[in-house]
């Protein structure tokens, strides 16, 4: 049965008629309201006048590659984007997230798949803004989150992170000292129905780490997050 009102609102970029006429239907079906771009130049338009809360994104657009959207609307919001494309390599698959996307769907795929992936994302944007993690801010040598405040500081100084990376590193900073696997992480960050997408973990723990690096040139927070290789990642309190 359709929701008595759209469940959120998405922007659908597909250049093939017959795939989003398809994909766009089952959408509506399911609540959403749905705006459709067949390319990236008109995509970047309705972005930046609808401002919706979810993109799902094909990247073999006629006229631009659509890495170029994902670059372009990571520079201004943390709008979720799945891509849904035909290019299933891994590296595609690594280079889309290390962009910018949250997600990748390779194609062909089935729409109960892509549905759960939806409710998946949906379900992560209103968690993060309608039920606030417990208060009680985490400390681990010169880093600090607080959950309730959705911020992290590396001594005393902002450290600005996309809100998939902050909820790798919370996952992490509440397991310190503690193993992590794989697929605790990717259960807790990007819901139950992941669990062999392991570069994902590696992309945003990647990204993670240079930027604390970065934040904190004297090394103290050197070892922070160490791998346990084909296995996950834990927290250490540095020396």
Do not use: C
């Not at 709008?79 to 698959?93: F, G, M």
């Not at 309608?130 to 989150?145: H, K, Q, S, Y």
């Amino acid at each position: 049965m359709i929701p008595a009102r759209p469940t959120g609102s998405i922007l659908l970029v597909e250049d093939d008629p017959e795939t989003r006429n398809q994909v766009a239907l089952l959408l509506r079906e399911h609540g959403h309201d749905v705006a459709e771009a067949a390319d990236a130049e008109s995509a970047i338009a309705r972005f930046d006048a609808q401002e919706p809360d979810l993109i799902l994104l094909d990247l073999g657009l006629p006229d631009r590659d659509g890495l170029d959207v994902v670059e372009h609307v990571r520079l201004v919001r943390a709008t979720p984007i799945l891509v849904l494309s035909a290019r299933d390599r891994e590296a595609d698959k690594v280079l889309a997230l290390e962009a910018g996307a949250d997600d990748y769907l390779a194609k062909p795929f089935g729409m109960a798949e892509l549905q759960a992936r939806i409710h998946a994302v949906f379900r992560r944007t209103r968690f993060s803004a309608e039920e606030p993690l417990p208060t009680g801010a985490i400390r681990v040598g010169a880093l600090v989150l607080d959950p309730e405040a959705h911020a992290v500081w590396v001594a005393e100084v902002p450290l600005h992170l996309t809100p998939l990376e902050f909820d790798v590193l919370r996952v992490l900073l509440e397991n310190a000292g503690r193993l992590v696997t794989y697929g605790r992480l990717l259960r807790a960050v990007w819901g139950s129905t992941y669990g062999d997408e392991a570069h994902y973990v590696h992309v945003y723990v990647g990204q993670i780490r240079r930027k604390i690096r970065r934040a904190d040139p004297e090394g103290r927070l050197a070892g922070l997050i160490v791998p346990e290789p084909g296995v996950g990642y834990r927290v250490t309190a540095p020396d």
